[in-house]
């Protein structure tokens, strides 16, 4: 019987969570930035 490869299964997870974190900033973001107006602040 093969043995496990625990450290291939640690960074599966650790890559899931990363890719999960990162859509949920993108789509934080996203929301952010449509509730922004687009008028530039302080004079140029």
Do not use: I, W
């Amino acid at each position: 019987m093969a043995k496990p490869n625990y450290s291939f299964e640690k960074r599966q997870r650790e890559l899931a969570k990363k890719k999960k974190k990162d859509e949920k900033d993108a789509k934080k973001r996203a929301e952010r930035d449509a509730a922004k107006p687009d008028v530039p602040s302080g004079p140029e």
